[in-house]
């Protein structure tokens, strides 16, 4: 007969050991919580402006490898178009040449160091020095030039591979910089997300705060519009006069990082674009930029000069007067007035 046995019940202490388990898992959970408290509003703007301050950096870093590539580019291009041409003109002698030999043959009196050429490397014939006297005076001169020809074909097509090489390489960086760029602001983004809608309001409403302030900053006779007062400096020169007109031209329009104009510019796309306008050529980054001409002191600016800021030069505009810059300042900002005090200055540049 089969037997009823009760199932076995969990022992007491086995219980008590899986509860005080369960309690010291929640306790971690909470300390680790209170140990991890949700960012400020304020530690969510500081990582942020760090993070927009990185992109500028990756920025400049993107835009010198974008002309470093389009410069390649056009020696590439070049050199394949020189090779092209080489390459025809070879053709060309080797087929003066070979008519020559087929005449000979055809006489029966085609010259064999000239039936040797034909059928292998002139470099090699020619290091047969010991057979050039066999050949007539035209036929030598014929094979030299080829010779030349061709030495100077494998010389560009040497050349030529090594600019595409640098090429490729300069394209994979601009790649990375260009990912580089994107995780920055995605970062930021992200960042920003986390805050609730007021709290994002109210960090871009001091910001446009702060921003109207130094744009009015000694207002004197400004009527509380947006343009401060820049004092009575007058530019250095008409080139400098024209470049700051155009720059004022396009206050409100949009940073966006690799932009050039005409309706959004990232710093040194900015400045670049200004100066083209009034008839002036000047490189595409900050740092190139900073070498466009003579280097002054904040003392010396003057209306329309560049200003540099960073120690590694990564933020540049153009200074408007009256300890006042204007330019595109980073990620999520547009075209505008601010103090040069805003930045750590580090010298002028008049072009």
Same mark, same amino acid.
């Given at each position: 007969?089969?037997?009823?046995?009760?199932?076995?019940?969990?022992?007491?202490?086995?219980?008590?050991?899986?509860?005080?388990?369960?309690?010291?898992?929640?306790?971690?959970?909470?300390?680790?919580?209170?140990?991890?408290?949700?960012?400020?509003?304020?530690?969510?703007?500081?990582?942020?402006?760090?993070?927009?301050?990185?992109?500028? @950096?990756?920025?400049?870093?993107?835009?010198? !490898? $974008? /002309?470093?590539? %389009?410069?390649?580019? +056009? &020696?590439?291009?070049?050199? #394949?178009?020189?090779?092209?041409?080489?390459?025809?003109?070879?053709?060309?002698?080797?087929?003066?040449?070979?008519?020559?030999?087929?005449?000979?043959?055809?006489?029966?009196?085609?010259?064999?160091?000239?039936?040797?050429?034909?059928?292998?490397?002139?470099?090699?014939?020619?290091?047969?020095?010991?057979?050039?006297?066999?050949?007539?005076?035209?036929?030598?001169?014929?094979?030299?030039?080829?010779?030349?020809?061709?030495?100077?074909?494998?010389?560009?097509?040497?050349?030529?591979?090594?600019?595409?090489?640098?090429?490729?390489?300069?394209?994979?960086?601009?790649?990375?910089?260009?990912?580089?760029?994107?995780?920055?602001?995605?970062?930021? @983004?992200?960042?920003?997300?986390?805050?609730? !809608? $007021? /709290?994002?309001? %109210?960090?871009?409403? +001091? &910001?446009?705060?702060?921003? #109207?302030?130094?744009?009015?900053?000694?207002?004197?006779?400004?009527?509380?519009?947006?343009?401060?007062?820049?004092?009575?400096?007058?530019?250095?020169?008409?080139?400098?006069?024209?470049?700051?007109?155009?720059?004022?031209?396009?206050?409100?329009?949009?940073?966006?990082?690799?932009?050039?104009?005409?309706?959004?510019?990232?710093?040194?796309?900015?400045?670049?674009?200004?100066?083209?306008?009034?008839?002036?050529?000047?490189?595409?980054?900050?740092?190139?930029?900073?070498?466009?001409?003579?280097?002054?002191?904040?003392?010396?600016?003057?209306?329309?000069?560049?200003?540099?800021?960073?120690?590694?030069?990564?933020?540049?505009?153009?200074?408007?007067?009256?300890?006042?810059?204007?330019?595109?300042? $980073?990620?999520?900002?547009?075209?505008?007035?601010?103090?040069?005090?805003?930045?750590?200055?580090?010298?002028?540049?008049?072009?």
């Amino acid at each position: 007969m089969a037997s009823h046995r009760r199932p076995k019940q969990p022992s007491r202490t086995r219980v008590t050991v899986l509860t005080a388990t369960a309690a010291a898992a929640v306790a971690l959970s909470s300390q680790a919580a209170q140990a991890a408290p949700k960012p400020t509003k304020q530690d969510v703007k500081t990582e942020v402006d760090k993070l927009y301050e990185q992109a500028e @950096q990756a920025t400049e870093k993107y835009n010198a !490898a $974008k /002309e470093n590539q %389009e410069k390649l580019q +056009k &020696e590439v291009d070049g050199l #394949q178009d020189k090779v092209a041409r080489g390459q025809g003109e070879l053709n060309q002698l080797r087929k003066s040449l070979g008519e020559v030999a087929s005449g000979q043959y055809r006489s029966g009196s085609i010259d064999p160091s000239v039936q040797l050429f034909l059928s292998g490397d002139p470099d090699t014939y020619l290091d047969k020095a010991a057979t050039l006297d066999q050949l007539s005076g035209q036929q030598a001169d014929q094979l030299k030039t080829i010779a030349d020809k061709q030495r100077q074909l494998a010389q560009q097509r040497q050349e030529a591979a090594s600019k595409i090489k640098d090429l490729t390489d300069t394209r994979e960086a601009l790649g990375e910089k260009k990912d580089e760029i994107k995780g920055k602001l995605a970062k930021a @983004q992200e960042l920003l997300n986390s805050l609730t !809608a $007021k /709290e994002r309001a %109210e960090i871009q409403a +001091k &910001e446009k705060a702060a921003q #109207q302030k130094d744009a009015q900053r000694a207002s004197r006779g400004a009527g509380g519009g947006e343009r401060p007062d820049l004092g009575k400096d007058a530019p250095e020169s008409g080139r400098a006069a024209a470049a700051l007109a155009a720059a004022q031209s396009k206050i409100g329009s949009p940073y966006v990082w690799g932009a050039t104009g005409p309706s959004s510019f990232d710093c040194s796309g900015l400045t670049s674009w200004a100066y083209q306008q009034a008839g002036q050529s000047l490189p595409r980054t900050s740092q190139a930029q900073a070498n466009a001409g003579t280097r002054l002191s904040m003392s010396q600016l003057k209306p329309g000069d560049l200003v540099l800021f960073y120690g590694d030069l990564h933020h540049i505009g153009l200074y408007a007067g009256n300890g006042t810059v204007l330019h595109a300042p $980073k990620p999520g900002a547009s075209v505008r007035y601010e103090s040069i005090n805003n930045m750590p200055f580090q010298f002028g540049v008049r072009v």
